[in-house]
Structures are given as structure tokens and as C-alpha cells.
Nanobody, 124 residues
Framework: QVQLVESGGGLVQAGGSLRLSCVAS????????MGWFRQAPGKEREFVGA????????YYADSVKGRFTISRDNTKNTVYLQMNSLKPDDTAVYYC?????????????????WGQGTQVTVSS
């Protein structure tokens, strides 16, 4: 069992930056693929990005590529989402997720564990 807790959300102006953190419990964090998803009001949950167990591989949605960066520190059981050049369209609840797999999945159903989410609001 893995428990995930996100933090770092908040209100930011367009063009600004935020860094989200997700701390995982459990001894096997370093073996999990970690993903970030987001869900805006009235919309389906969408993939943001994912990072492999070692941090050596990552994949991003086109909508955030070049602006968002995922990293992880396996010594701290933590994965990060650095968000730069934020836009109002980035406003959503952001979720981290863990998959007991080496595959960098882009579908929500490929992930086994989820955090409770953290709100990110970008004002224009």
C-alpha cells in the first residue's frame, strides 16, 4: 500500500511558477513510476506527465511540454512538479499517482495509487 500526499498548490498570476510536491509512504517508492494528472471543473482528469523509477525517463503532455518538469528524490520518497510560465488554462486540481510498473502510462487507469489533490489557480 502506498499513500500519497500532495502540497504546494495555490494562487499564482499568469506567467508565474509553482512547485508541487508529492510525498509517498512505503518502502518501495523507488520502484514506482510516478505520474501527475490534473482535473479542471467540468472536465475529465488529464495526464500531465510521468517519470520513471530512476528519474532517467520522463514524458509530458503536449500542453505542458517545455513549461513543466517532473523530478523525483527517491531518498525523500518525493516527486516534484515544477510549473513555469503558468497560464489560466492550467487551473485545476493536480493529483500525483503511483504505478507499480516501469511503463510511463498516460491513462489514469494505469495507476494504482492516488493522492487527494492540490488546487492550482492561475489568474489572468
Amino acid at each position: 500500500q502506498v499513500q500519497l500526499v500532495e502540497s504546494g498548490g495555490g494562487l499564482v498570476q499568469a506567467g508565474g511558477s509553482l512547485r508541487l510536491s508529492c510525498v509517498a509512504s512505503g518502502r518501495t517508492f523507488s520502484t514506482y513510476t510516478m505520474g501527475w494528472f490534473r482535473q479542471a471543473p467540468g472536465k475529465e482528469r488529464e495526464f500531465v506527465g510521468a517519470i520513471g523509477w530512476s528519474g532517467g525517463s520522463s514524458y509530458y503532455a503536449d500542453s505542458v511540454k517545455g513549461r513543466f518538469t517532473i523530478s523525483r528524490d527517491n531518498t525523500k520518497n518525493t516527486v516534484y512538479l515544477q510549473m513555469n510560465s503558468l497560464k489560466p488554462d492550467d487551473t485545476a486540481v493536480y493529483y500525483c499517482a503511483a504505478a507499480d510498473s516501469s511503463w510511463l502510462g498516460i491513462q489514469a487507469n494505469e495507476y494504482d495509487y492516488w493522492g487527494q489533490g492540490t488546487q492550482v489557480t492561475v489568474s489572468s
